[in-house]
């Protein structure tokens, strides 16, 4: 019985992950709904670089709901990164991180990657912080002496991963980013 209860609740689980359901947040909404104006603030943007010419940058913007005049600002995720099957075909995918989110990401950076940015582990050990927002998830690895931040797309189930070892050190920036508003 535990065996039956185990595999349904695992069926049930991968089932959500695998039909793409994400919360959306009013930022998501207004895009997906309406006629929208969108101000990018480019002066502001924190971006990752891997060594393999992918990137993810965090942009802010202000959405503004042309039906209704309702203003929203949050932060714009552009994400370039190379299929992990061949490595030739390229990938482009977006995200919204409300500003709501953004602050509670920014607090968490703060209280617990921060801190933690020249931590050390034991040789059989790993540390892993990991983020979760509406539309992406953000993890800082340690293992060893190996620091790494793996940045995924909710929706894409793994599959457009990013990852890179030589921007840890750009983390602040990226908190300084989210807080800028």
Known sequence: M??????LLLTLLS??????????????KTVNSSNFEELVKWDKVAVFYSGFGEYVKFIPV?????KTGEKIKGFLVQMHVR??????IKIDK?????????????????????PNLDKKVGTKEMLLYTYNA????????IKKNDRIIIINF????????????????????????????
């Open 2 to 7: 535990k065996k039956f209860n185990f595999f």
């Open 15 to 28: 089932t959500g992950i695998m039909t793409g359901q994400i919360k959306k947040t009013n930022l998501r």
């Open 62 to 66: 202000y959405i503004t709901d042309l």
């Open 83 to 88: 299929s992990h099957k061949d490595g030739t």
């Open 94 to 114: 977006s995200a919204y991180i409300s500003y709501e989110e953004a602050q509670d990401f920014a607090s968490f950076l703060k209280k617990f990657v921060l």
């Open 134 to 141: 509406s539309e992406i998830s953000f993890t800082y690895k």
């Open 154 to 181: 909710v929706h894409s189930n793994g599959a457009n991963e990013f990852w890179t070892r030589t921007q840890v050190k750009k983390i602040p920036k990226l908190v300084e980013t989210l807080q800028s508003f």
